[in-house]
């Protein structure tokens, strides 16, 4: 019996991600330091595995989503700097000091709560929304940015290390979009020269994501916080990159049966497929309920013996249907849904623009119910099953 169930399987090849993570090097500037975005298990691709390999390259700061990931990374050895991108209830004040992890400040009144929960000095970086409209202080004035961040540095217990932004639009560059990214830019690096000039001293100013690390680098943002790319991944696919990214996780499903259906048969539910003539199809086991949408159905296709298929039919919770007519297919054999055979190649950004969303989802959202085969240099290292 194999070490993992080959029903459905997603290899995570850390081979590719150490040569995007070289590539993405390349365009930092200064003393720019690469934080790894690890967040929504490493973006589908294994958050107990994936980090520390990022580690194991030099990589010494990380971000996530919430305390719980962040306990999670400490617990599976990380001993570089982790900072949560999003809130953080005052009420983990001690976790976040036991766990040595950097919160968010979405607003002064968050911090106020925060130094009145803490016993203990907790770290933190102030978000400053500059144009995302989401979390952060705004002001649209940046003396009163300043003097909001001002008053924060001055909370007991509240150890104010950083502020950052997040840039909206850098991956695009439609002129009001890139008109757009400077003026964040501009009003970010205004407020930290004020801050800057009424002596608070901050170890981290930072606004770079991958987009912006990609297009709009400079040496003013101590951090790069690359996520999508890390992973092979494009911020936007219609942008061209100064090089090729490799996808580091491929899909895949065994055939589990083989059938021929005559012209005029129905497949799977709400009869949406029609056999136009005799056909033979081949039934893989994967479904919504593994993170394949069902939105695919009809639309997508998918690799076997070196070919692309359709699918035919929606999409079952844990199986699916494709055409095989003509091919020599049998049962066990593999279809890759989402990587690379022979000379064909499926990627999670073409499945994405098949139903209206972006890679970011289709990755992230392949279920715990999928073995993630942990590879390099297509050896297996070990296994994730959750």
Do not use: W
Not at 179 to 207: A, C, P, W
Not at 262 to 271: A, P
């Amino acid at each position: 019996m194999s070490d993992y169930l080959k029903r459905a399987y997603a290899e995570i090849h850390l081979d590719r991600a150490k040569r995007n993570i070289e590539k993405i090097r390349t365009l930092l500037k200064g003393n720019t330091e690469l934080m790894a975005v690890v967040k929504a298990n490493a973006y589908g691709h294994d958050d107990g595995v994936l980090p520390l390999y990022f580690q194991s390259l030099g990589i010494k700061y990380f971000a996530v989503s919430n305390i719980h990931e962040a306990e999670n990374l400490r617990k599976a050895g990380i001993t570089g700097e982790i900072l949560i991108l999003g809130y953080t209830s005052p009420e983990y004040c001690k976790e976040l000091y036991d766990y040595n992890i950097i919160s968010t400040i979405v607003s002064y009144e968050h911090a106020e709560e925060m130094s009145q929960n803490a016993e203990q000095p907790v770290r933190c970086h102030a978000a400053i929304d500059t144009g995302m409209g989401r979390i952060g202080i705004r002001t649209y004035d940046q003396t009163k940015c300043a003097d909001e961040i001002e008053k924060i540095s001055k909370l007991k217990n509240i150890a104010l290390e950083g502020i950052f932004t997040h840039l909206a639009a850098a991956d695009s560059y439609d002129e009001e979009n890139v008109k757009y990214t400077e003026n964040q830019r501009n009003f970010f690096l205004s407020v930290k020269k004020f801050l800057s000039d009424r002596g608070i001293s901050l170890k981290h100013t930072h606004y770079l994501n991958s987009a912006g690390g990609t297009f709009y680098a400079d040496s003013e943002s101590t951090l790069a916080r690359f996520g999508i790319m890390l992973y092979g991944l494009y911020p936007d696919v219609s942008l061209k990159l100064p090089f090729e990214l490799e996808p580091v996780m491929e899909l895949k499903a065994e055939v589990g049966y083989v059938n021929k259906i005559k012209k005029g048969s129905f497949v799977s539910y709400g009869r949406t497929f029609c056999a136009e003539s005799d056909m033979t199809l081949a039934v893989l086991t994967i479904g919504y309920a593994d993170g394949y949408s069902r939105l695919l159905s009809s639309k997508a296709e998918v690799l076997i013996k070196g070919k692309r298929v359709k699918i035919v039919g929606r999409i079952c919770m844990d199986q699916l249907m494709i055409d095989v007519t003509g091919t020599d297919v049998k049962p066990g054999d593999v279809a890759t849904l989402i990587g690379i055979d022979g000379n064909e190649k499926i990627t999670a950004d073409e499945l994405a623009t098949l139903y209206g969303t972006i890679g970011y989802e289709v990755v992230c959202g392949i279920s715990k119910r999928v073995p993630r085969v942990i590879m390099n240099e297509n050896q297996i290292i070990t296994v994730r099953e959750y």
